[in-house]
């Protein structure tokens, strides 16, 4: 919901970056591994409890997620880069509820397990509504250039990583924001879906 207004304000910086970035050399998909590795490296410290370092991971995994395509636009895009990237994106959204219910299995298994199954459902109707879209070869630039059709949801990336900080921050609040964040993630998703319906049925 927050994508296109946050993007008017991060593209101007990032590009900059990225242009610099590219002409000395960086590949896009470097920095696509790079922010899945500091991903990763999140997950890790909130799986020990390390909150304060994990939300300074997360914070620069996410700058790194934003560079990428910057970096692509200033030199090369290319279909793979979109695929990876993509990827890296749903590894390091799965990696953090994870986290959370590996340094608390007993108060956050049953809400972690939740969340993940919202965000299967909810990824499943976003890359089936990008294939069907390239199918039908509609485009849009409203999240920025994107190397898949990015269709707008009740939740996109920016009020995901809003959520990923305030678990940083209250983490013992997990099982019920992780329970409210799961149903409006299952309401994106079906209003995703119903959306398709009106647009793809002919």
């Known amino acids: ?11 101007p910086p990032l ?3 990225g242009t610099v970035l590219a002409r000395s050399g960086v590949s896009a998909d470097l920095v696509t591994i790079v922010g899945l590795l500091l991903g990763l490296i999140a997950a890790g410290f909130v799986a020990m409890g390390g909150y304060t370092w994990a939300l300074v991971f997360i914070l620069f995994s996410r700058i ?7 970096v692509a636009r200033a030199s090369q895009r290319t279909d793979f880069g979109g ?64 190397s898949l059709y990015y269709s707008n949801g009740l939740l996109e990336g920016t009020e995901t990583i809003g959520f990923f900080v305030f678990l940083c921050i209250l983490p013992t609040s997990f099982p019920i924001l992780a329970l409210i964040f799961g149903a409006l993630c299952f ?12 647009l793809f049925v002919s």
């Open 1 to 11: 919901m927050l994508d296109a207004t946050v993007r008017k304000l991060i593209d």
């Open 64 to 70: 790194a997620d934003g560079l990428d395509g910057a």
């Open 187 to 198: 309401l994106t998703g079906a209003l995703r879906l119903y959306g398709a319906r009106r």
């Open 83 to 146: 695929y990876l990237d993509i990827t890296c994106d749903f590894l390091f959204y799965g990696a953090i509820p994870m986290a959370f219910v590996i340094v608390d299995p007993s108060a956050n298994g049953a809400a972690g397990a939740v969340l993940l199954t919202s965000f299967y459902f909810n990824g499943a109707s976003f890359l089936g509504y990008a294939i069907l879209a390239e199918k039908r070869g509609l485009e849009t630039a409203a999240q920025g250039v994107k």
């Open 15 to 17: 590009n900059t970056a």
